[in-house]
C-alpha cells in the first residue's frame, strides 16, 4: 500500500502548503499506521518535495523509518530529473507517478533517461 505524505490542507479543501519537516513526516507516518491498521506502509512518499528541505534530507527519515520497519521501502513521486539525481535513489526504491500528456513531453526528454540509469524504468529501445 502506498502512502503519500506532505500536503497541508485548509478547512476549506484545499491544498494550502508542504510540511516535510523530519517531526511532521514521523507524525503523518504514525496516524497512517493507526489509520490504516498496518504495520508498515510500502512505499511512503513525498507528494512533493519542498525546496527549502533537500530531498536527501527527507528521504534519509524516510530510510531510518525503513530500519525501524515502519516503511518497506522509500519513495518519490511528481519529480524532475534533477531532483532524482540529488535524492541518491538505488534501484530498490520506487519511484511513483509522473504527469505525462501529448501537451506536456518533458518526462520523455529529461525524467525518463535519468530513470533508466537507476534502473526505474525500463529501456525499450
Same mark, same amino acid.
Given at each position: 500500500?502506498?502512502?503519500?505524505?506532505?500536503?497541508?490542507?485548509?478547512?476549506?479543501?484545499?491544498?494550502?502548503?508542504?510540511?516535510?519537516?523530519?517531526?511532521?513526516?514521523?507524525?503523518?507516518?504514525?496516524?497512517?499506521?493507526?489509520?490504516?491498521?498496518?504495520?508498515?506502509?510500502?512505499?511512503?512518499?513525498?507528494?512533493?518535495?519542498?525546496?527549502?528541505?533537500?530531498?536527501?534530507?527527507?528521504?534519509?527519515?524516510?530510510?531510518?523509518?525503513?530500519?525501524?520497519?515502519? &516503511?518497506?521501502?522509500?519513495?518519490?513521486?511528481?519529480?524532475?530529473? /534533477?531532483? $532524482?539525481?540529488? #535524492?541518491?535513489?538505488? +534501484?530498490?526504491? %520506487?519511484?511513483?507517478?509522473? &504527469?505525462?500528456?501529448?501537451?506536456?513531453?518533458?518526462?520523455?526528454? /529529461?525524467? $525518463?533517461?535519468? #530513470?533508466?540509469?537507476? +534502473?526505474?524504468? %525500463?529501456?525499450?529501445?
Amino acid at each position: 500500500m502506498s502512502v503519500k505524505f506532505g500536503e497541508l490542507m485548509a478547512p476549506n479543501g484545499m491544498p494550502c502548503g508542504i510540511d516535510s519537516r523530519s517531526l511532521a513526516i514521523k507524525n503523518y507516518l504514525t496516524y497512517s499506521l493507526k489509520r490504516l491498521v498496518v504495520d508498515y506502509i510500502d512505499p511512503y512518499e513525498p507528494g512533493r518535495i519542498k525546496p527549502e528541505i533537500p530531498v536527501q534530507e527527507t528521504l534519509g527519515l524516510i530510510a531510518e523509518m525503513v530500519n525501524a520497519g515502519y &516503511v518497506k521501502h522509500k519513495g518519490l513521486t511528481e519529480v524532475d530529473a /534533477e531532483t $532524482l539525481r540529488r #535524492a541518491g535513489f538505488s +534501484s530498490s526504491d %520506487k519511484f511513483g507517478r509522473e &504527469v505525462n500528456s501529448l501537451f506536456n513531453r518533458k518526462i520523455e526528454k /529529461e525524467l $525518463l533517461p535519468t #530513470a533508466r540509469k537507476f +534502473s526505474f524504468a %525500463k529501456n525499450d529501445s
